[in-house]
Nanobody, 118 residues
Framework: QVQLVESGGGVVQAGGSLRLSCAAS????????MGWFRQAPGKERELVAR??????YYADSLKGRFTISRDNAKNTVYLQMNSLKPEDTAVYYC?????????????WGQGTQVTVSS
């Protein structure tokens, strides 16, 4: 079992920045693939970014604005979001799994709301 707790969401003006954090417990963190997903009202949940032993992956539309990183000593994964746009408004979820391809079927946090005002 893996427990995930996200934090760092909030309300920010367009062009601003936020850093989301996801603290993991229950399993050796360094062995896990970690990812961030988001879900806007009326839309499907989409992958934002993931980080595995082999590297990072970003959704094409977010490259250059979002950065995923992890601190294995703190069992935490981060999502730095810059130049935020109103269309980035969503609930952001952290996910963990043994591999990147399994993230959607893995463990999930409760989500944190990000609202970008225009």
């Amino acid at each position: 079992q893996v427990q995930l707790v996200e934090s760092g969401g909030g309300v920010v003006q367009a062009g601003g920045s936020l850093r989301l954090s996801c603290a993991a417990s229950g399993r050796t963190f360094s062995s896990l693939a970690m990812g961030w997903f988001r879900q806007a009202p009326g839309k499907e949940r989409e992958l934002v970014a993931r980080i595995t032993w082999s590297g990072t992956y970003y959704a094409d539309s977010l490259k250059g604005r979002f950065t995923i990183s992890r601190d294995n000593a703190k069992n935490t994964v981060y999502l730095q979001m810059n130049s935020l746009k109103p269309e980035d408004t969503a609930v952001y979820y952290c996910a963990a799994a043994p591999s990147g391809s399994e993230l959607r079927r893995g463990y999930w946090g409760q989500g944190t709301q990000v609202t970008v005002s225009s």
